[in-house]
């Protein structure tokens, strides 16, 4: 849990995303646009184009306290650190900076009752940066990141095994190329700030100097700069929990109670096994219901056990659970003596959940996420591309190209 400071100070920090009330599950941020499959629409990150009218953001979360609670919703411009920009509201919003809530719906037939709310959050005037904050009565309870782009460059990237003989095995490198074509960019080393992103939780900066100039008005990443090689990883593990009645994949059993109590398949570590190619969402998830009830409000919600095989891991680490399940946090896994295994247990909805699991140094922090699902350059990751543009005295950022590849 992260918690803001107020007034002057809390403008010079970067905004993280939280959620700081036990009774909101299921928080979701994602774009919208017309022709999408509303039972996939989990699976967009919160990036919408400025020009295209028919894509938005869109905010859904579910209240287990089950009652009418009046929530509100601002939006902050930011800078590319994510700390508050110089921007006032009017500069970036058309309206009050001040949004309630009256878009929800009431579980139907649910072990669990809950109120389910929906929100189009009105879409920002410029390109840029954004956060989401959401307050129950002024209390700021959740906060969360969101994009609004231009399409002013084009982006051409595709995704290979390293050319390191090292690291052709177990990373994967983005080649990149940026073509401004004819828009205008004074001193583009100067002006461009380019952010990588792979699997929508781990972020490079790229540095310009390594981005060389290969033509007219256009750049590319140096193909042979190992600053920009990714671990590969393996596809994440796949839970299906769509169903209360039958058990669905890696479900090892279902215990009837209030709520519902399922237990995964015990896991055992991947890391020096061959690659299985098997589908995956990236480590995203979808909210499902194959017992025929509506999946935003007839979806139930079920505890979770997660259990992993217990090992020898070296002084000070644990393991660890992610994935957007957990808000890509690392959840520490604890021993239970009755069953033998190390688990951790989540209160889910329906749905089909990836996860994955790490080795956490306990000093330090940081997380070792080939320990137990290893590398392997063929995994399928999703990738995307940041371009902006900071002109010098302009008192904002402007992004100006996004992709996304695979």
């Not at 329906?350 to 995994?379: C, I, K, P, R, W």
Request: with cysteine; proline share 5%.
């Amino acid at each position: 849990m992260i918690l803001l400071l107020s007034g002057e100070s809390r403008a010079q920090q970067p905004y993280e995303e939280f959620t700081q009330s036990e009774s909101l599950k299921t928080i979701t941020l994602y774009a919208f646009a017309r022709g999408d499959r509303p039972e996939t629409r989990y699976l967009n990150p919160p990036v919408a184009d400025l020009q295209n009218a028919g894509q938005q953001i869109v905010l859904e979360f579910d209240d287990l306290r089950a009652r009418f609670s009046q929530y509100k919703v601002r939006i902050m411009h930011c800078e590319a650190d994510w700390t508050r920009s110089r921007l006032l509201d009017m500069e970036y919003l058309t309206g009050i900076n001040e949004f309630f809530l009256n878009d929800f719906q009431v579980s139907q037939n649910t072990k669990v009752p809950y109120y389910h709310y929906r929100f189009v959050v009105p879409k920002p005037t410029i390109s840029g940066n954004f956060v989401l904050q959401l307050f129950e009565n002024d209390e700021l309870v959740v906060q969360r990141k969101f994009w609004i782009y231009e399409n002013r460059v084009n982006i051409v990237a595709s995704v290979n095994p390293a050319r390191d003989p090292e690291f052709w095995k177990t990373h994967q490198q983005l080649d990149l190329k940026i073509d401004l074509g004819n828009y205008r960019i004074g001193i583009p080393r100067r002006e461009l700030k380019v952010y990588l992103r792979f699997n929508r939780n781990q972020w490079k900066e790229v540095n310009n100097d390594d981005l060389a100039s290969s033509g007219r008005n256009t750049f590319t990443l140096q193909p042979f700069n190992n600053d920009y090689l990714f671990p590969a990883g393996n596809e994440f593990r796949y839970l299906d929990i769509s169903s209360n009645i039958s058990r669905g994949q890696n479900v090892k059993e279902i215990v009837r109670g209030r709520p519902d109590d399922v237990f995964t398949n015990p896991q055992l570590s991947r890391s020096g096994t061959n690659f299985v190619d098997a589908y995956d969402n990236d480590g995203g998830l979808v909210i499902a219901n194959r017992d025929g009830g509506d999946a935003d409000t007839g979806s139930d919600y079920v505890n979770v056990f997660f259990r992993l095989t217990p090992g020898h891991y070296p002084d000070n680490t644990e393991p660890v659970l992610y994935g957007k399940l957990t808000d890509w946090q690392y959840l520490p896994l604890e021993f239970d003596a009755e069953s033998g295994f190390l688990q951790h247990v989540l209160l889910l909805k329906n749905g089909v959940y990836d996860f994955a699991f790490g080795l956490q140094n306990t000093l330090t922090g940081e997380t070792d996420s080939s320990y137990f699902e290893g590398n392997f350059q063929q995994a399928g990751n999703t990738y995307e591309i940041f371009v902006y543009q900071a002109v010098p005295g302009k008192r904002a950022i402007s992004l100006i190209g996004y992709q996304v590849t695979q």
